[in-house]
């Protein structure tokens, strides 16, 4: 099978995931910016479909090309890998950032102080999200039954910090499995301190919009510099960074192991 039948095969056409995604106008990017894909298209619909259209083509050996993230699952349950990206398009490494309101740390200092304290080991984070598929993606249960299991490092998060009677705090987050996890795990951890926690899903430009005007208080799910790096400049000045929440995380384009090519420069206008 030469490389220009399997562009054919794959109708120059890249499995997206949700419009809103920072991911899609990074593979509308390389699409702009690739010769190898010039004329291809990426068809958008949301994480879940496709991960079903991945599992399909490895099911029947079939070439497919995906937008593909980690940490996630997909890379413990499918053989795929990330193609090459010698113009880093999708950039080297990406850490997911914990991100707050201009005047949360005045207005709210021991909130501010958890969310600044939280950080993921990323092994920690890939069983966890390996664990919420087992049980339907309830992030809720296993959020609760991580922070059952690390009390000492709840503690940690939350040394010095005192009672809060009630206060609320609002936390947006994005549609995505890691942020799931890491966000519910702050709610509880907030919520153990006395705080009233609300979690609102939301798409990456709304999430930004929403810190931004202080319609939210804060947001552990901007994936940076490359996933999220627009809308962080649009808005920089207008939010506090804290710094990563994770770190280790990547996006590209991905196909199964079994497809003979290595780089997205493999694939043929
Ligand atoms: N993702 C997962 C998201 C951020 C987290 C890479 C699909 C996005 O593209 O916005």
């Given amino acids: ?46 994480a879940g479909a496709m991960l079903t259209a991945l599992g399909e083509a490895i099911d029947n050996e079939e070439p ?4 593909a993230w980690s940490p996630h699952y997909m890379f413990a349950q499918y053989d795929i890998k990330y193609l090459e990206d010698p113009k880093l398009i999708f950039g080297e490494e990406e850490h997911i950032t914990t991100i707050v309101r201009n005047g949360l740390k005045d207005d709210m200092p021991n909130a501010y102080t958890i969310l600044d304290s939280i950080y993921f080991e990323l092994p920690v984070l ?14 809720e249960t296993i959020a609760q039954q991580w922070v059952d299991e690390n009390a000492e490092k709840v503690a940690e998060w939350t040394e010095g910090v005192e009672p809060a009677d009630g206060a609320s705090i609002d936390l947006v987050l994005t549609p995505w499995d ?31 919009e929403a810190i931004a005007s202080g319609d ?35 996006i590209g384009l991905a196909v199964p192991s079994y497809m003979e090519i290595d780089s997205i420069e493999d694939l043929e206008p």
């Fill in 126 to 139: 890939e069983e966890a999200l390996l664990a919420a598929k087992e049980i339907d993606f309830d992030f």
């Fill in 178 to 208: 890691a942020e799931a996890f890491t966000t519910n795990v702050t709610k509880l951890v907030l919520e153990q301190q006395g705080f009233d926690v609300t979690l609102t899903p939301v798409d990456p430009s709304i999430m930004f």
């Fill in 1 to 46: 099978e030469t490389t220009s039948s399997v562009s054919e095969e794959l109708e120059y056409t890249i499995t997206g995931i949700e419009p809103g995604a920072g991911q899609t106008q990074t593979n509308d990017q390389a699409i702009a910016e690739y010769e190898s894909l010039a004329g291809w298209e990426q068809e958008t619909s949301s």
């Fill in 64 to 67: 497919i090309i995906v937008a």
């Fill in 216 to 250: 939210s208080d804060a947001t552990l799910s901007p994936w940076m510099p490359a996933t999220h790096g627009a809308y962080y400049e649009k808005y920089e000045g207008q939010f506090e960074d804290l710094g990563a929440n994770v770190e280790g995380a990547r």
